[in-house]
Every structure is written in C-alpha cells, then in structure tokens.
C-alpha cells in the first residue's frame, strides 16, 4: 500500500490550497481516508476524515475553512483548505484507515510522505 501526498506549498493569509493523497496497491473505495498534520515542536494532528460512504468529521480549527473529498475512480482524497491562517503551518499526511468507518484513521500504518503547507501572515 503506498500513499502519495501532494500539493502543498507556501501561501499567504487567506489563501487556498489543495492537498492530493493518491493511494495505491488497496481497494481504495473500501477504507476510510484521513488527513493529519504535524507542526514543529507540536505532535501529529487529526485534521479531517471521510469514510467509504461520504461521511466527514473535521477538527474544530478547521471547520468550514476545509473540505475533504475523495475520487474513487481516481483513487485520490483530497483537502480544499481555504482562509489558511498562519497556525495551519505543518506538514500534512494522509492515512489509509484499516475499516470503511472513520474509528478506523490513524490505527493503521499506511501513512502517505507529508506534503509541507506554510502560511505566511
């Protein structure tokens, strides 16, 4: 199983970006997607989760600011992540859950590389 982030960058304030994680190697439509990131000097974080059947969960710092979806065809999640602020600077990881059900995110070990997101203020 390989997961393969992408699409982070520097931006500033306000900005936008959006984050890939392609997944290979797994029936992709059959487990659940999460998004992670890591600050400096701060541990790994839950940032969003969709499972099989659509279902999001987000963590309260980003609600309505980001929006994770996911392409079955394409074996691809996605994170729109829209008004950065400054403290959305971290590295960002996604994860392969081990069930369809987002209880599932982070229990596994099928973690992408990180795609780095820095926000300029």
């Known amino acids: 199983v390989q997961l393969q982030a992408s699409g982070g960058g520097l931006v500033q304030a306000g900005g936008s970006l959006r984050l890939s994680c392609e997944v290979s190697g797994t029936t992709f439509s059959s487990y659940a997607i999460g998004w992670y990131r890591q600050a400096p000097g701060k541990q790994r974080e839950y940032v969003a989760g969709?499972?099989?059947?659509?279902?999001?969960t987000y963590a309260d710092s980003v609600k309505g600011r980001f929006t994770i979806s996911r392409d079955n065809a394409k074996k691809t999640a996605y994170l729109q992540m829209n008004s950065l602020k400054p403290e959305d600077t971290a590295v960002y990881y996604c994860?392969?859950?081990?069930?369809?059900?987002?209880?599932?995110?982070?229990?596994?070990?099928?973690w992408g590389q990180g795609t780095q997101v820095t926000v300029s203020s």
């Open positions: 994860n392969r859950g081990g069930r369809p059900s987002l209880a599932s995110l982070g229990t596994t070990g099928y």
């Open positions: 969709i499972s099989i059947g659509s279902t999001t």
